[in-house]
């Protein structure tokens, strides 16, 4: 009993301490620091990538075209907005990876394949910079489904 003590004290008084906690991370932080390797300067090489690319289909801020839920006359529909209000934040990474390097004129859609034009860097610096645009709950609600997705993925290996 009498070794236990001392280290009793020092846990108690550890827990007394007015020491100031770590700065919560930022959600766009978290991800910046994942597995990934993203960080602030990839997602701003995605804003110029967008800007230069897709902005012209999807809009200056990702708000997607106008009445982009409505099929035009050839019945496809105009491109959504990657704004976290559409449906982009349905999908995991790797689908919206896949969206952009193939496109969806293959699927009977209207975007273009962008494999030959972009690097895989450059689309995944897009995707960071488009998912800097969610708001936070959508945000947690996509890293959710994308980890279950990507662990998903990994058993079937």
């Given amino acids: ?6 280290l ?12 100031p906690s770590p700065p919560a991370a930022t959600r766009f932080d978290a991800l910046v620091a994942g597995s990934n390797g993203f960080d602030s300067v990839r997602a701003a090489r995605g804003a110029e990538v967008y800007r230069a690319n897709c902005a012209i289909c999807h809009g200056a801020r990702g708000d997607g075209a106008p009445n982009w839920q409505r099929p035009g ?4 529909y105009p491109a959504p907005p990657l704004n976290g209000s559409g449906h982009a934040w349905h999908h995991p990474y790797a689908a919206l990876k896949m969206t ?7 699927l009977g859609g209207n975007m273009p394949e ?8 450059d689309i995944d610096a897009v995707i960071v910079w488009m998912l800097s645009l969610w708001p936070e709950e959508i945000y947690q609600a996509w890293l959710a489904m994308d980890e279950k997705s990507r662990r998903g993925n990994s058993a079937n290996r």
């Avoid at 009793?8 to 020491?19: F, I, K, R, W, Y």
């Avoid at 006359?73 to 496809?76: C, M, Q």
Wanted: net charge positive.
């Fill in 114 to 121: 962008w494999k030959d034009k972009l690097s895989d860097h």
């Fill in 8 to 19: 009793l004290v020092v846990l108690l008084l550890a827990g007394c301490g007015d020491s």
């Fill in 1 to 6: 009993m009498i070794r236990a003590a001392p």
């Fill in 73 to 76: 006359p050839d019945g496809k």
């Fill in 100 to 106: 952009i390097r193939d496109g969806t004129v293959r």
